[in-house]
């Protein structure tokens, strides 16, 4: 019911104090539960930031903006409810039976070598887990009657279930299900890892099934692959219900996405979703995974299931961390320090929280709004592969030039060639003559076009077109190094576009520049060896990026000599959340006279109208 006594303004930011969703995403080791603590605090007077007293020292900008976010949030702050993921899955463990939930845990194995199971001769390793799981079967079966209940309340949308039966259920997955992990791990002491091993299991076995049990295609399931974003979801309505009910905000933080299509499910569902990636140096982050008992072994191991380039099928089932970071809409910093003193990682998540509160609270930082130009340049290249944008700037931030991957001017973008024109010799101009003369490339082309065919490609748009309109391209480096004629292959030489901070560095030549030397370099990725040499070769000394490279670039060539630029990981807002957040609703001084009902014009017309007044009544 609304409050009569509220204004206008009130109700206006209401719509975004009463419901939030961040997505917490990042590697292992990155911060993500440290951020999901911070943003569990109860009191704002326990924050540890970067505020300070206007009085103790000459301020600056950052200093005020500081100020005026801890003044904010001391009003205004509510904890928010962290659900994570791996407790949902844990939700659907407790669907199975203990046998089955008993069996798939024995089967699993942390060994170094393998598929991931024990073999036959591990049989006496099984039966320990099998003993070890015993100590926690009672628990496993209270608790499992308690979820066959609440998934079919979820599934049905039951009028049955009381008040007491949803509190029951919320309770389940926010205190039950987190204390019998507890209970788990200590009952599987020796055997740490199968845990950690069968979570990701599990996660993609119900992303596609609906289960922790795996199965064949024919039984995928209708939701798929969004079975656990979907589950997410249902508990976050329950959440958000409970708490309406009560007359209470839904700040919720799920901990953690770490696939795509988890990602665009709840931005496709929300205005108010934000997906907020956690980042630190790699140095730092395997300083942690070390503090917390991993070997340089399994950190490798770890490496390679989070950071390998994935296929697009198991890229939208699996793990994709990479890309989750690249969708991310704020980016978050970490330097390692213990989250109860991380003074700069509080500042920065209460600022974003204070600007999804109330947008537009405070102006983008420098580096924010280069990065932004940055990231919107991207969006013109027309690479099929992947879109990256860059801007470089002077010691000031004030941009000289801005550049994204794409071909040479007066050359056609991939993304607007068509492989049929190429075949049925139309529109010329936009390939080489090397394409349209090459014996040995023709006879490549003919071979995908045929390939094509075979999957109902229909090249002439007819109905029966399996593509239903979207434009059938290629990349001519992937056909090119396919065919294994020079033996170079991966060769970035043969790509058709400039790299964006190649593309960058050129427009300063191209239309004079009086240098740039000192100044920064902005990326959407971080630099390949190509970009870091030109980088270095101009005197950037700084380098903002928000994806990392997997080449040697940065060890390399970076850092090298006298030199050496100063690599940056980005922290801030960009993309929709750029403008999300720093456009406000009404403007500043409207809502100030709105709530004060003071017109700072018309106090002396008021004075007199007061004076007046007063005479009269004398």
């Known amino acids: 019911?609304?409050?009569?006594?509220?204004?206008?303004?009130?109700?206006?930011?209401?719509?975004?104090?009463?419901?939030?969703?961040?997505g917490l995403t990042g590697r292992t080791g990155s911060g993500c539960?440290?951020?999901?603590?911070?943003?569990?605090?109860?009191?704002?007077?326990?924050?540890?930031?970067?505020?300070?007293?206007?009085?103790?020292?000459?301020?600056?900008?950052?200093?005020?903006?500081?100020?005026?976010?801890?003044?904010?949030?001391?009003?205004?702050?509510?904890?928010?409810?962290?659900?994570?993921?791996?407790?949902?899955?844990?939700?659907?463990?407790?669907?199975?039976?203990?046998?089955?939930?008993?069996?798939?845990?024995?089967?699993?194995?942390?060994?170094?070598?393998g598929d991931g199971k024990f073999s036959e001769t591990s049989t006496a390793h099984s039966n320990e887990i099998l003993q070890d799981l015993d100590k926690v079967k009672d628990k496993f079966e209270e608790l499992s009657v308690i979820a066959k209940d609440c998934n079919h309340f979820l599934g049905t949308e039951s009028k049955d279930y009381s008040k007491v039966d949803i509190d029951k259920f919320i309770k389940l997955i926010l205190e039950d299900i987190p204390d019998f992990r507890e209970e788990l791990a200590k009952a599987l002491e020796k055997s740490k890892k199968i845990l950690s091993n069968e979570l990701q299991t599990w996660g993609n076995n119900i992303r596609v099934y609906d289960?922790?049990?795996?199965?064949?295609?024919?039984?995928?399931?209708e939701h798929?692959?969004?079975?656990?974003?979907?589950?997410?979801?249902?508990?976050?309505?329950?959440?958000?219900?409970?708490?309406?009910?009560?007359?209470?905000?839904?700040?919720?933080?799920?901990?953690?996405?770490?696939?795509?299509?988890?990602?665009?499910?709840?931005?496709?569902?929300?205005?108010?979703?934000?997906?907020?990636?956690?980042?630190?140096?790699?140095?730092?982050?395997?300083?942690?995974?070390?503090?917390?008992?991993?070997r340089n072994d399994e950190i490798k191991r770890l490496d390679e299931r989070e950071g390998v380039k994935k296929e697009f099928k198991s890229q939208y089932t699996g793990l994709d961390i990479d890309k989750c970071i690249e969708l991310s809409d704020i980016h978050i910093t970490h330097d390692g320090t213990e989250y109860t003193n991380n003074r700069k990682l509080t500042n920065q998540i209460i600022t974003y929280i204070s600007l999804m509160l109330h947008p537009g609270l405070v102006p983008p930082s420098p580096i924010e709004r280069v990065m932004q130009v940055a990231y919107t340049a991207k969006l013109n290249s027309g690479c099929l592969s992947r879109q990256v944008g860059a801007a470089v700037t002077n010691e000031a931030f004030s941009i000289f030039s801005i550049g994204w991957n794409t071909v040479a001017e007066g050359q056609t973008p991939c993304s607007l060639r068509s492989l049929s024109d190429l075949v049925e010799k139309e529109d010329q101009t936009a390939y080489s003559n090397y394409e349209k003369q090459d014996v040995d490339f023709q006879g490549y082309i003919k071979r995908v076009v045929e390939c094509y065919r075979k999957h109902e490609v229909d090249f002439k748009f007819h109905e029966n077109d399996v593509l239903k309109g979207v434009n059938l391209t290629y990349c001519f480096k992937d056909v090119h190094n396919s065919r294994h004629v020079t033996g170079e292959i991966g060769n970035q030489?043969?790509?058709?576009?400039?790299?964006?901070?190649?593309?960058?560095?050129?427009?300063?030549?191209?239309?004079?520049?009086?240098?740039?030397?000192?100044?920064?370099?902005?990326?959407?990725?971080?630099?390949?060896?190509?970009?870091?040499?030109?980088?270095?070769?101009?005197?950037?000394?700084?380098?903002?990026y928000i994806d990392s490279y997997p080449g040697i670039s940065q060890k390399h060539i970076l850092e090298c000599g006298d030199n050496r630029p100063k690599m940056i990981l980005f922290h801030g807002a960009v993309g929709r959340a750029y403008v999300s957040l720093y456009n406000p609703f009404l403007s500043l001084k409207d809502e100030i006279e709105e709530v004060t009902g003071v017109h700072v014009k018309d106090i002396d017309k008021q004075t007199v109208k007061d004076e007046k007044l007063k005479e009269s009544q004398e």
């Open 33 to 113: 539960t440290t951020v999901a603590k911070i943003l569990q605090t109860q009191h704002p007077e326990e924050f540890k930031t970067e505020y300070r007293e206007i009085n103790t020292e000459p301020i600056n900008n950052d200093v005020r903006k500081n100020r005026i976010i801890y003044r904010y949030i001391l009003k205004n702050w509510s904890p928010f409810t962290v659900v994570k993921a791996s407790d949902i899955i844990f939700f659907y463990a407790l669907l199975q039976s203990f046998d089955e939930f008993s069996k798939s845990l024995a089967n699993s194995s942390n060994k170094e070598d």
């Open 493 to 544: 030489v043969h790509t058709r576009s400039l790299h964006a901070e190649e593309n960058a560095f050129l427009q300063l030549a191209k239309y004079g520049s009086s240098g740039i030397k000192g100044g920064k370099l902005f990326s959407t990725a971080c630099c390949c060896e190509l970009c870091a040499k030109k980088a270095y070769q101009l005197g950037i000394k700084e380098i903002y």
């Open 1 to 22: 019911m609304e409050n009569p006594k509220e204004n206008i303004v009130d109700k206006i930011y209401k719509l975004r104090k009463n419901f939030v969703i961040i």
């Open 211 to 221: 289960s922790i049990v795996g199965s064949n295609q024919d039984n995928q399931s």
């Open 224 to 294: 798929a692959p969004s079975c656990l974003a979907r589950k997410i979801n249902q508990f976050i309505k329950l959440i958000r219900d409970h708490n309406k009910r009560d007359g209470n905000p839904t700040l919720i933080a799920i901990d953690a996405l770490r696939n795509p299509y988890e990602v665009l499910y709840f931005r496709e569902r929300y205005a108010a979703f934000y997906l907020m990636s956690i980042n630190t140096t790699e140095q730092i982050r395997k300083q942690k995974l070390f503090e917390q008992g991993y």
